[in-house]
C-alpha cells in the first residue's frame, strides 16, 4: 500500500494588493500556520503545504499551471483570508485539473469584544472574501469540496482528510491498469462496459492478456519459491488440509500473477472460471493473497469492481476496517430480521476477517478444474458500505448503499468460502428493491474503511454520477432520483 503523505494539498490563498504589505505580510503568516496545523494533524492523511498569497491573476493562473503539471500534487484547497476578487480567479479555473476543496475559515475563532476594530475586520474577511470565491466556482460550474468551520476542529479536518482521500482516489484512477486474465463470462452483462469510455472518464487503462501467457508464468515459478512462499502462509493462517499440493499450487499462481501485474504496472486484475485453459486451478488463496497487498480483483472478467477494489483500497490506506470483493449471494428472509449473506465462489478478501483464516481445500462445481485452496472466515461485524460501478450506458453510475455487518448467528460449518452477513439500509426488502432500481451490480466493493462521502467526492471528481442508499431512503424518492438524474445526464 502506498504511503498517502506522498501526496501534496497545496493550499493557495487569494488577496490583493489593497490591503498593504503589513498585512499580506500577517495573511502570510497565518496562512502558513494552518497549513502546518492541518499537515500535523492525524485526521490528514496527505501532506499540506502553503503555497501562495496570490494577489493577481497572473499568479493565480501560474500556481494552478504549476499544480497541473505536478505528479506529486493530488489537489488545491483555497482559502481567502482578505477579499480576492474573482475575476481574477476565472483563467485560471478553467484551466484546473486537480480535485478542488474550498475551505471556508477564519484564522481567528472568536470576535475579540475589546479588539475588534476596522483594521481586524479587514483581515479576519473570510465570511465576505469566501462568498465572493464561492461565487465564481458556482459560476463555472467547478466541481468542488466545500468544508466550512473552525480550522482547528476536529470534524473540520476530518472531512479534509476524507475530501483527501478521495482526491488521492482520483490520482491513483488517472494512472490505473487493469489486467484481465481472459474475457468477460459468457452472456453475463453488469460485468461488461464500454472500456473506451472508462478510459475518457475515470483513465483505466483495461487491457486483457491470455491465460496461456499467465499459465507460462507459473510453469516458471520454482519449487523453492512456492515453498517459501507456503511457509509465510503457516505463520500468518491455519493450514486446515493435507493437501498441501494444491497449496503449493496457488502460492505459484499467486507468484506468477504478481510478477505479471508488477511488470505492468498493474493495480487490478480479473479473471474467469469459464477461461482457465492449461491451469490447474482457479486461483483462490492466489487471489485473496494479492487483494490482501492492495491489487483489485473482479471475478468473471469484471474490470470495474477489480479497479474500484484497488482505488477504494488505496485510498483508505492506513485506516481500520478493511475492503473486499464481495457479492450478494443468498438471503436470510425471516421477516423483520432479513439478512443478506456475502461471499464469492472462493475470492474474498482477508482484509475483513474477525478472525484468523484457515486454508481449506475444497472442490469447486465449476470451472471443471482441481479442488482450488482458499482462506475460509466470519468477516467482522460492523459499519460499512458496499459500491458497484454500472455502466448505463452513455454514462456511468456509482452506487453506494449504507450496511451494517452482523455476527451472522450461523456456523455455516459446511460453507467453504469466506463470508460476511448484512443488513443494508433502510433495511433488506427496501434496499434491495432501490439497488435493483439502480442496476447495481451483484458484484461489489465492500468497505469497512471507506465511507460514502468519500465516494460520493470521488464521484464528483469523476464526472460520474452517484447515488446513495441509507437509512432514510424510501422507494417512492429513490425512483424520482432516478428519472430526474436520467433527464440531467441525457442533457449533459
Ligand atoms: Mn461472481
Redesign the pocket.
Known amino acids: 500500500m502506498s504511503d498517502l503523505k506522498n501526496n501534496e494539498f497545496w493550499l493557495v490563498v487569494g488577496s490583493q494588493f489593497l490591503y498593504g504589505e503589513e498585512t499580506l505580510n500577517q495573511v502570510a503568516a497565518n496562512a502558513a500556520s494552518i497549513a502546518e496545523a492541518l499537515d500535523a494533524s492525524p485526521s490528514i492523511p496527505g501532506k499540506v503545504i502553503y503555497k501562495i498569497t496570490a494577489k493577481t491573476a497572473d499568479e493565480i493562473t501560474q500556481v494552478i499551471k504549476e499544480a497541473n503539471f505536478n505528479d506529486n500534487c493530488a489537489g488545491i484547497i483555497t482559502w481567502m483570508h482578505t477579499f480576492s476578487p474573482s475575476k481574477m480567479w476565472i483563467n485560471g479555473f478553467a484551466l484546473l485539473q486537480k480535485p478542488y476543496l474550498h475551505l471556508h475559515t477564519q484564522f481567528g475563532r472568536n470576535i475579540p469584544d475589546l479588539d475588534i476594530n476596522m483594521d481586524f475586520m479587514n483581515l479576519h474577511q473570510s465570511a465576505h472574501g469566501d462568498r465572493e470565491h464561492g461565487f465564481i466556482a458556482a459560476r463555472m460550474r467547478l466541481p468542488r469540496k466545500i468544508v466550512v468551520g473552525y480550522w482547528q476542529d476536529e470534524p473540520v479536518q476530518k472531512q479534509i482528510g476524507s475530501w483527501m482521500r478521495s482526491a488521492i482516489g482520483y490520482k491513483i484512477s488517472k494512472t490505473l491498469k487493469v489486467v484481465r486474465f481472459g474475457d468477460n463470462?459468457r452472456e453475463v452483462a453488469v460485468?461488461e462496459g464500454d472500456k473506451v469510455e472508462a478510459q475518457i472518464k475515470l483513465g483505466w487503462q483495461v487491457n486483457t492478456w491470455p491465460v496461456g501467457y499467465l499459465v507460462e508464468e507459473i510453469e516458471k515459478v520454482t519449487d523453492k519459491e512456492a515453498d517459501e512462499r507456503c511457509a509465510e502462509y503457516e505463520v500468518k493462517y491455519d493450514i486446515s488440509t493435507d493437501n498441501i499440493e494444491s497449496i503449493r499450487y496457488q502460492a505459484k499462481e499467486e507468484i506468477a500473477m504478481k510478477r505479471i501485474l508488477d511488470s505492468e504496472g498493474a493495480g487490478a486484475f480479473s479473471n474467469t472460471f469459464q477461461d482457465l485453459y492449461g491451469m490447474k486451478q482457479l486461483p483462490g488463496l492466489a487471489t485473496q493473497r494479492l487483494m490482501e497487498a492492495g491489487y483489485g480483483y473482479g471475478?468473471?472478467g469484471?474490470w470495474k469492481v477489480a479497479a474500484m477494489t484497488h482505488i477504494v483500497k488505496q485510498m483508505t490506506a492506513g485506516l481500520p476496517g478493511g475492503t473486499a470483493f464481495m457479492?450478494d449471494y443468498t438471503y436470510d428472509l425471516e421477516p423483520g430480521k432479513e439478512l443478506s449473506l456475502g461471499a464469492?465462489?472462493l475470492e474474498v478478501c482477508p482484509t475483513i476477517a474477525a478472525e484468523k483464516p484457515r486454508i481449506e481445500v475444497h472442490p469447486l462445481g465449476i470451472g471443471d478444474r482441481e479442488a482450488p485452496a482458499r482462506l475460509v472466515f466470519e468477516g467482522r461485524p460492523g459499519k460499512a458500505i458496499v459500491v458497484s460501478l454500472v455502466d448505463m450506458g452513455g454514462r456511468l453510475r456509482l452506487i453506494v448503499q449504507d450496511i451494517e455487518a452482523v455476527e451472522p448467528g450461523l456456523k455455516m460449518p459446511n460453507l467453504p468460502v469466506a463470508r460476511v452477513m448484512w443488513r443494508p439500509e433502510p433495511d433488506l426488502l427496501t434496499g434491495a428493491h432501490c439497488w435493483i432500481l439502480a442496476g447495481g451490480a451483484?458484484?461489489t466493493v465492500l468497505s469497512y474503511a471507506a465511507t460514502a462521502e468519500m465516494m460520493e467526492d470521488w464521484a464528483e471528481m469523476m464526472g460520474i454520477e452517484f447515488v446513495h442508499i441509507t437509512k432514510d431512503t424510501t422507494i417512492e424518492r429513490f425512483k424520482q432520483q432516478l428519472f430526474l438524474a436520467d433527464l440531467a445526464w441525457k442533457l449533459q
Do not use: A
Open positions: 463470462m460485468t471475478g468473471e469484471d457479492e464469492h465462489m451483484h458484484h
